[in-house]
């Protein structure tokens, strides 16, 4: 099993449409948790650290599930500069490897 | 806004040859790590660095590779003898501090091994 999985892609959405990525992870003693954009050929831009409250941040919102290792981004009213690579990222308690997931591939359309 | 630069943003290298790839990290941040992303790949894990010395490293990162703060502002990835596998984005990201605390990220170095 991967360390991080996530929903392969590509999503193709129109502009305004809600859209959910979820992601799991293998280790329960994983700890931190974010979600990532990335844009072709660009560095990884933070979107928004993940906490098990859950959190929104505009559009955004982050939910986690430690019970079931479990992980998702809501974003909603889509606008096509969200078009992008959404990334998975998980660090693991006492140490500093950061995990990324494969991505997963946002197309929003006019 | 404070931010992670990188230098070059692109570098063309030989088999064989060493490269040090390079790094400014934002000023107020004490942990710092490199990247890889072979094209079309996920992004992995090399190293993390704090207090001048390694805190981790994958497996990936092996006697070919170091790094370095050779003063107080920059922070180096070295090659030694560089592979065709090598060829990759290489991003450097720094963070306030450990584990739970954002990582930010540098615009990446391109390194093409012919």
């Known amino acids: 099993r991967k360390e991080v999985e996530q929903d392969p892609g590509p999503f193709n959405v129109p502009e305004g449409a809600t859209v959910a990525f979820n992601c799991t992870y293998s280790n329960s003693a994983s700890q931190s948790f974010f979600w990532y954009r990335q844009d072709c050929r660009k560095e990884p831009k933070l979107l928004m650290s993940v906490y098990s409250s859950g959190n929104e941040d505009g559009r955004f919102t982050a939910q986690l599930n430690r019970a079931s290792q479990y992980i998702s981004l809501l974003i909603r009213d889509s606008k096509l500069s969200d078009s992008a690579t959404y990334l998975c990222?998980?660090?693991?308690?006492?140490?500093?490897?950061?995990?990324f997931g494969a991505g997963t591939r946002l197309f929003v359309k006019a | 806004e404070p931010e992670v630069t990188q230098t070059p943003s692109h570098q063309v290298t030989q088999m064989g040859q060493e490269v040090i790839l390079r790094c400014v990290p934002i000023s107020n941040h004490l942990y710092f790590y490199w990247y890889r992303q072979i094209l079309g790949q996920k992004v992995e894990f090399l190293v993390s660095?704090?207090?001048?010395?390694?805190?981790?490293k994958s497996e990936i990162f092996d006697d070919q590779f170091s790094v370095e703060r050779p003063d107080g502002s920059n922070f180096t990835l070295k090659i030694r003898s560089t592979k065709l596998e090598d060829s990759a984005m290489y991003f450097c990201?720094?963070?306030?501090?450990?584990?739970?605390?954002?990582?930010?990220f540098g615009p990446g170095t391109r390194l093409t091994v012919t």
């Open positions: 990201a720094s963070s306030e501090g450990p584990r739970f605390l954002e990582q930010y």
């Open positions: 660095f704090y207090n001048n010395e390694i805190s981790e």
């Open positions: 990222v998980v660090r693991n308690t006492g140490g500093f490897k950061t995990i």
